[in-house]
């Protein structure tokens, strides 16, 4: 098995050694813990496939946890559009879990950590707080508050737990160690106090927990074997160990954080609040707009889930914050709608083509094959006549002898039809072609296997029957932001960089068997790339997104 074969990644080794030594198989338990603020974007994916990844691999539970403990930001709209985009990526959660299911456990414990002296009520501000923090060669200096008596801190935080002090007044603080030389360990809040509703627990609650505080008590609820977060949370172990330690009984079973690095993608931005603000100011239409990072985006874009899990399986988990050319995303889609897109043909910039020895009034079904790279995927008919459409691009009055397509006195195939040869153009008062005039070869239809049909031609294009054409809108897009990386910059701002060309709506003319296709369906549109219907489509007018081109046109990739 290819799969036995590759080697152990970092996260993998850590496991292997845990259940060599301290777990066992059974006890293996991941999660995936999103915070419902946003949409998910590729850089969730990784994370998404690394859990999941790994539940599969070692056939243990993965739960989905909503890390709902900020009611300032988080909505239910996210918490579906989550769910709907963990399901269409094919992963299935074993529990659907939120931290706000725990908020009544946190509170007991953080009754019981106060009584034992474990924790304290501060009263100073949040300025205040942060001055007293002291710096990471300095130690901090102890809160006038730190040493209230229990009884009255235990007064203290049932008072902010029923909303009877103002939002400001109080928090709820550990007390660790003022001098510690991770300033997170420096008496770290635990609750402020918030006056706001949650979407799940509505007003029941005044206080709210903090990420420290509830992170790793919801993996030790939830018997979570190995909590994966990004690096950025490794000086946050300490804590995430420290707050276990409290809640948890001497040899009991306890999860362990490990980290990973984060995910970057060029000429994007993969960060929730940051992805909100583009939908905010209304740079792009929605969170699913085809631009977006997201997955929702990729989604109506065209991308399959294949080619996202793909991509998530290809750049791996790394121990080093990088960045991933987008080119190299494109790349897993075009190599996966290569194996299942079926093969249609559109013309998108059209110009007028007359086979002047082909009869008025006649058509012809030609038979063309719907996939060479799947037989299973069959063949359809479409309808030839005497108008056609073909790419404006594809001729050229006069040419040289690289110039593979149509020009006057030369020969081209009609893919799936016959061998045309250009004669004369028809040009406006501007000195516009308006139409190419061609005679075709009656004898050289494709697939008639007679002499005419296999002579060697230079070129193939493809076209479409004015007539039966299905004129459609088609969305070009380009990448929204044209800096690599735009939120890399110290003095200027992400929103500096957008891309202001990169959505073009065009008319596009495609062959009608295209009539009845339904939202999400991808094809290719041969010689041109892979598009999917846009879910703005109706009976009246197809709507199509191009998902990517059939080469890398920025050509930017690193060999
Ligand atoms: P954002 O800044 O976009 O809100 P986040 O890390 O705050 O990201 P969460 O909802 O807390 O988002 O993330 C859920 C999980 O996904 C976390 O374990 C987080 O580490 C992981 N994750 C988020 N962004 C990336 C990324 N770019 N690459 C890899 N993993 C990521
Ligand atoms: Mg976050």
Not at 278 to 306: F, H, N
Not at 427 to 453: F, L, V
Request: glycine share 6%; net charge negative.
């Amino acid at each position: 098995m290819a799969e036995a074969k590759k080697s152990l990644n970092f996260i993998e080794q850590i496991i292997e050694e845990d259940l060599k030594t301290t777990h066992k198989r059974e006890e293996l338990k991941f999660r995936f813990p999103p915070e419902p603020n946003g949409y998910l974007h590729i850089g969730h994916a990784s994370s998404i496939c690394l859990n999941f990844g790994l539940g599969e691999k070692y056939n243990a539970p993965v739960n989905l946890r909503f890390d709902d403990t900020n009611p300032m930001k988080e909505e239910q709209e996210y918490v579906d559009a989550i769910k709907t985009d963990v399901l269409w990526l094919g992963f299935k959660w074993a529990k659907e879990c939120y931290a706000s299911d725990y908020f009544q456990q946190l509170y007991d414990w953080a009754v019981e950590m106060i009584k034992n002296g474990d924790a304290y009520v501060d009263s100073q501000t949040s300025d205040e707080i942060a001055e007293q923090k002291g710096t990471p060669t300095q130690p901090g200096t102890e809160s006038p508050y730190r040493n209230r008596s229990v009884e009255e801190n235990l007064d203290l935080f049932e008072k902010m737990k029923n909303g009877d002090t103002p939002e400001k007044g109080h928090v709820l603080r550990a007390k660790i160690d003022m001098a510690s030389s991770n300033m997170l360990m420096r008496d770290p809040v635990m609750y402020r106090c918030l006056h706001k509703e949650h979407h799940r627990t509505k007003g029941d609650w005044k206080i709210y927990p903090m990420y420290d505080w509830a992170h790793g008590e919801s993996d030790f609820i939830e018997r979570v074997s190995h909590s994966f977060c990004t690096l950025e949370f490794l000086p946050h172990r300490e804590l995430y160990n420290w707050f276990v330690n409290k809640v948890s009984k001497p040899g009991e079973f306890t999860p362990k954080q490990r980290e990973f690095a984060r995910r970057n993608l060029s000429h994007t931005v993969v960060s929730k609040r940051k992805l909100a603000h583009l939908v905010e100011k209304g740079v792009v239409e929605s969170w699913d707009d085809p631009r977006m990072p997201t997955i929702s985006g990729l989604r109506r874009r065209g991308y399959t889930p294949q080619a996202i899990k793909n991509f998530a399986d290809s750049i791996g988990v790394g121990k080093r914050e990088n960045m991933i050319d987008v080119a190299h995303l494109e790349f897993c889609a075009r190599e996966d709608l290569n194996k299942t897109a079926p093969r249609v043909m559109g013309v998108l910039d059209p110009v007028k083509l007359v086979i002047t020895n082909y009869d008025e009034g006649k058509e012809e079904w030609l038979h063309a094959e719907n996939n060479p790279e799947d037989e299973s995927a069959g063949s359809r008919e479409i309808p030839f006549s005497r108008e056609l459409y073909i790419e404006r691009e594809d001729f050229k009055e006069s040419a040289n002898r690289k110039f593979f397509r149509l020009t006057l006195g030369k020969e081209v195939r009609l893919k799936n039809a016959y061998i045309i040869k250009g004669e004369d153009v028809v040009k406006d008062a501007e000195g516009n072609i308006t139409e190419i005039h061609c005679t075709y070869d009656p004898k050289s239809k494709s697939g008639s296997g007679t002499e005419e049909s296999l002579r060697k031609v230079k070129g193939t294009l493809h076209w479409v029957s004015i007539k039966h054409a299905l004129e459609a809108e088609i969305r070009l897009y380009d990448r929204l932001f044209y800096e690599e990386a735009p939120d890399g910059h110290k003095d200027k701002d992400f929103m500096e960089f957008i891309n202001p060309e990169s959505l073009k709506v065009i008319t596009g003319y495609l062959e009608p068997s295209l009539k009845d296709a339904t939202v999400l369906e991808k094809y290719q549109f041969q010689r041109i790339g892979y598009f999917c219907v846009d879910k703005r489509s109706s009976e009246e007018k197809l709507v199509m997104n191009k998902t990517v081109g059939l080469r890398d046109s920025w050509a930017k990739k690193k060999k």
